[in-house]
């Protein structure tokens, strides 16, 4: 099994219209690549150029279209600027599982955004690719991460003991595994 995203999957929620990242997206694509409220929990270095995020961009337009992972571009109706990205990577199409991830500009947190992208993009991932479930690898600090993944229907199923290298902190980092299954 494979996943065909050609052409792109458009969706739209009360608030928002997912739709893919393109090129003109680079400035806030950078943006939330190089802010560290939004890298806190994430482990990885900070962009340091535009140019790391049209290189980003590339790569998720390559994913795509080999059919290796999605992401929409988040907007809210009547502006197409990105305010946030939400993804289905580290796909497995034997196994019918795909990992969510998910990242949102500070200007929108707490309205309940994230919680309205996850549902649309479940939905797509259960109804239209077939999954059997859907898994969030996150760092026990993320709480309101954790929260949005269970006001989603998400349920915690596992604690990782120093699972990742924090690259900025320069430490381990534990994980907790959160999924949804179909049905």
Known sequence: MTYNFEP????????????QVVANDAPEVFFQRSDLRMSKYIGREPAKSIDEAVDFISRIQGMEKNGDAITWALTLHGDNTLIGTVCF????PQNRRAEIGYGLHP????KGLMHEAIGAVVQYGFEVMNLHSITANLTPENLAS????ER?????????????????ENRWEDAVAYTLFAG
């Open 8 to 19: 792109f999957p458009e969706i739209t929620t009360p608030r928002l219209v997912l739709r």
């Open 146 to 149: 954790m929260a949005v993944l």
């Open 89 to 92: 990577w580290n796909l497995e």
């Open 152 to 168: 989603s229907g998400f349920k915690r199923e596992a604690y990782f003991k120093d699972r990742w290298w924090h690259l900025t």
């Open 107 to 110: 200007d929108h947190w707490g």
